[in-house]
DNA sequence: ACTTACCCTTAATCTAGTTTAAGACTATTT
DNA sequence: AAATAGTCTTAAACTAGATTAAGGGTAAGT
């Protein structure tokens, strides 16, 4: 608990009545390895946010490959918000990839805290406004630059991510195969 | 000035007092086809809101090579949020694809509105999730579609913008070249 | 400690999409 | 009305990255 009020003061600190009123709406959950947060067909029906381990969020082509859209870990906020605000089932997956611990807040505590305290509206409108521009620079990235570069970038951009994850869920999150990720790491350890 | 108060109301409508504190701050503008909003090397200073025209939003690669990353027409929001809120220079482009009419809020008076009137604060909220729906559907279509898939899909999105914009403008939004987007074409009509 | 399942690598073959080049068409500007 | 600049198409040669296959390594769960 003492996490999500320390990230809430990144933004518009709380107040005593609004860390009362968040803190009160929180579910605290232990989520295994493996154990999906949300499934395909499933509705989305919480804001999560992560304190520790780490997520994936990932769609599945017809052929039935992966492709991971981002990560989640420690001190970060998932939902597909698309499924969340729209109330249409998801077309993503969110896994844990390490055992997980996180707060969840429902789509009508999300709305009770936006009507009672604008300040959660302010602080949400930047937390999107931050992950717009990630998925922004990411999308660019792909469009402009090569696996090679992409990998490198990442590199510089997740130190810490790049330990944890196996290099299958990276490959996945560049948009390319594992094979060709390894080859990409050879050239480079090569050098 | 009717079209942004109009859309407003899709979201929380606004009462007098907003509208006036809203329609006071914005300034209207025309610009030229051709004509830029932004630069790279730019700091962006407006949020855009677009009454007439169509604009497109891009990345240039080091080989010199454009990639469209969205288009705003009527109706529609268009702003580097990287740059106008972390205060960086911008590594994009805003063009003018056609003559168009704008209303701009500048950075100060987007904070004036939101600090004194909360309204904006949710509104925005809304809008920018929005866009971060799209942007997630894009990405993942991007990694899991063939392009002939993608163009089909925007077809069927955005039937009126196809009509208004050059292939080489929506290849490039696509990420592939005008020249396979011809071919995409040719093997669509000739069955 | 065992074992099962995932993970990483290498290498040969293959393919979706790029590059280069060239010609015809169609707007916009003067 | 001419001229210039952008647009669309076709086709041949090419390349970044996918696919398939196979072997060895490493971590998780029992």
New interface residues.
């Given amino acids: 608990m003492e996490n999500i009020v320390r990230h809430f003061d990144q933004y518009l600190s709380l107040n005593e009545e609004e860390r009362e009123a968040l803190t009160s709406r929180l579910t605290a959950r232990k989520i295994k390895r493996r154990q999906f947060l949300l499934q395909e067909g499933d509705l989305c029906k919480h804001f999560t946010y992560v304190v520790e381990g780490c997520f994936k969020m990932y769609?599945?082509?017809k052929s039935g490959?992966e492709?991971n859209?981002l990560f989640a870990a420690e001190d970060d906020w998932i939902a597909d918000?698309?499924s969340l605000?729209?109330e249409r089932p998801s077309?993503?997956f969110i896994e844990a990839i390490e055992p997980c611990s996180v707060l969840q807040l429902s789509k009508g505590d999300l709305w009770y805290l936006?009507t009672n305290f604008?300040k959660f509206?302010?602080n949400?409108?930047v937390i999107?406004?931050d992950?717009?521009?990630e998925?922004?620079?990411?999308?660019?990235q792909?469009?402009?630059?090569t696996a090679y570069e992409r990998y490198a970038f990442f590199l510089a951009q997740y130190p810490q991510l790049s330990l944890r994850l196996p290099n299958t869920q990276i490959a996945s999150y560049l948009?390319i195969t594992p094979e060709f990720l390894s080859k990409i790491r050879n050239e480079r350890t090569g050098k």
Avoid: A, C, M, W
């Fill in positions: 769609g599945v082509d490959k492709h859209l918000l698309d605000h729209k077309s993503l936006y604008p509206d302010r949400f409108r999107v406004e992950k717009y521009i998925l922004q620079n990411r999308l660019l792909t469009f402009s630059s948009g």
